[in-house]
Nanobody, 126 residues
Framework: VQLQASGGGLVQAGGSLRLSCAAS????????MGWFRQAPGKEREFVAT????????DYADSVKGRFAISRDNAKNTVYLQMNSLKPEDTAVYYC????????????????????WGKGTQVTVSS
């Protein structure tokens, strides 16, 4: 599967952005999907994941209550709605896919994803 993230940009603190990740291929609905981010000088970190059916989601504590992950299997797209953005949310955001059993702990540790898209830059000004 090929992944293409979009929707990043520059926003003021407190603002909102919605990231999209379009996937190629007919089997998108069988993939667990995730969003990860990497800030300058830092390691890539888990942000949110969603199971193939959409019934299970998980969030990093730093974004819980502000971000929401969702998917539209008919459109082969996963979304990340980001509200109440903070300067510390500034990073390159990557979407990723995994075609095995949903592994919450594994994803949280940064593992488990088999396919990665190019990132989209999100910059939050104070």
């Amino acid at each position: 599967v090929q992944l293409q993230a979009s929707g990043g940009g520059l926003v003021q603190a407190g603002g909102s952005l919605r990231l999209s990740c379009a996937a190629s291929g007919r089997t998108f609905s069988t993939y667990n999907m995730g969003w990860f981010r990497q800030a300058p000088g830092k390691e890539r970190e888990f942000v949110a994941t969603i199971s193939w059916s959409g019934s299970t989601t998980d969030y990093a504590d730093s974004v819980k209550g502000r971000f929401a992950i969702s998917r539209d299997n008919a459109k082969n797209t996963v979304y990340l709605q980001m509200n109440s953005l903070k300067p510390e949310d500034t990073a390159v955001y990557y979407c990723a896919a995994d075609d095995s059993t949903y592994g919450r702990s594994y994803y949280r540790s940064g593992g488990g994803m088999d396919y990665w898209g190019k990132g989209t830059q999100v910059t939050v000004s104070s």
